[in-house]
T-cell receptor, first 116, second 115 residues
Framework: ETGVTQSPTHLIKTRGQQVTLRCSSQ?????VSWYQQALGQGPQFIFQ???????GRGNFPPRFSGLQFPNYSSELNVNALELDDSALYLC???????????????FGPGTRLTVL | AQKITQTQPGMFVQEKEAVTLDCTYD???????LFWYKQPSSGEMIFLIY??????QNATEGRYSLNFQKARKSANLVISASQLGDSAMYFC????????????FGKGTTLSVSS
């Protein structure tokens, strides 16, 4: 196990609703990344938080937002849910060092979101 | 153009055999890192091995080795002595220095190991 936890494990929402997913980083890690993994696809980068500030964002609309707290845990919020938001949402924590190229990311088990 | 290409949707191998999972990548950044992850049916991504673009030697981690051919832009994962527990999805991923911290993943290869 990586020490990264996510909650809830599964979630069912209806179109138009809002959802909050949570992630607790591995102890000592200062960076959290969020990924969306649609069925049968590789994960897609949503955004990353470093020391409570957004530090990079993928090609996702503004209705995907996040927070990182002083204890380095994190939330992913999605507003106005769409059917295509149904996916596995993965959180990954890492300890940022130097340029960050070799910073290994430790993934949590994911939250499976279903939008009806 | 796709940044990471994994052309094998599925691979089948018998226990104790070696298997190679293919990965090609596309980048103009001279500084980048290549990663392989394993994803069992439980969903958690498990880090396997890392290769930096400036590393002179191919990376190895236990039964995993990375066949890095920089000129061909390929980073194939070799698993020696396959075990039943190796059955999972395998993802190749890249991080470019100029692009920041995001990992770019391929579509994955499903590996099935039989006894």
């Amino acid at each position: 196990e990586t020490g990264v936890t996510q909650s809830p494990t599964h979630l069912i929402k209806t179109r138009g609703q809002q959802v909050t997913l949570r992630c607790s980083s591995q102890s000592g890690h200062n960076t959290v990344s969020w990924y969306q993994q649609a069925l049968g696809q590789g994960p897609q980068f949503i955004f990353q938080y470093y020391r409570e500030e957004e530090n990079g964002r993928g090609n996702f609309p503004p209705r995907f937002s996040g927070l990182q707290f002083p204890n380095y845990s994190s939330e992913l919020n999605v507003n106005a849910l769409e059917l295509d938001d149904s996916a596995l949402y993965l959180c990954a924590s890492s300890l940022r060092r130097g340029t960050g190229i070799h910073n290994e990311q430790f993934f949590g088990p994911g939250t499976r979101l279903t939008v009806l | 153009a796709q940044k990471i290409t994994q052309t094998q949707p599925g691979m089948f191998v018998q226990e104790k055999e070696a298997v190679t999972l293919d990965c090609t990548y596309d980048t103009s950044d001279p500084s980048y890192g290549l990663f392989w992850y394993k994803q069992p049916s439980s969903g958690e991504m498990i880090f396997l091995i890392y290769q930096g673009s400036y590393d002179q030697q191919n990376a190895t981690e236990g039964r995993y080795s990375l066949n890095f051919q920089k000129a061909r832009k390929s980073a194939n994962l070799v698993i020696s002595a396959s075990q039943l527990g190796d059955s999972a999805m395998y993802f190749c991923a890249m991080r470019e220095n100029q692009a920041g911290t995001a990992l770019i993943f391929g579509k994955g290869t499903t590996l099935s190991v039989s006894s």
